[in-house]
């Protein structure tokens, strides 16, 4: 497993729009490891594929707070939304340090498949039904600063791009694992070799 560099807001490879995946083979499980292992050391909760410069619709995420439920979801789909939406407050690995609210559905249903190529179906609400969105919206070539004013944003890609000039971007660090993370890196490894 690599902690792999992140892409930064405005970075233009962040607008190109994810492929399908045609087939979970080896690559594709060890891009899923990669990622997995990035978006814990960043520490994140969730981690698109395009945010790694890989551009394939897989994203990760683990919304639980001992970084022990790790969902993999390749060609993710969402199929229903809840009638009810709800505004968060919204960060991103790939626009560090900045937060604002974002309103999406409440409740959302997800098919996909798994980091060995099953089908998985589940309902998402709360946190996780947020996380699947904005990471599915990475996926579109979408990061949630487009839901904020043409003013906002070039505020945040000034700030970052300055940022960057400066050396001052974070990159996730080994260092930063958790024990829960670091048992499902283990586990996942485990599973898919």
Known sequence: MAILPLLHYPDPRLRTVAKSVVDVDAGIRRLVCDMAHTMYAAPGIGLAATQVNAHVRVI???????????????????????????????????VPGIYDEVTRPDRIEVHALDEEGRPVQFIADGLLSVCIQHELDHLNGKVFVDYLSRLKQGRIANKLVKAERDGALPQPEEEGLSAGALETLSRLTARIG
């Open 60 to 94: 990760v995420v683990d919304v639980s707070e001992t970084q022990d439920a790790l969902r993999v979801l390749i060609n993710p789909e969402i199929s229903a939304v809840g009638l009810d939406t709800k505004t968060h407050q919204e960060g991103c690995l790939s």
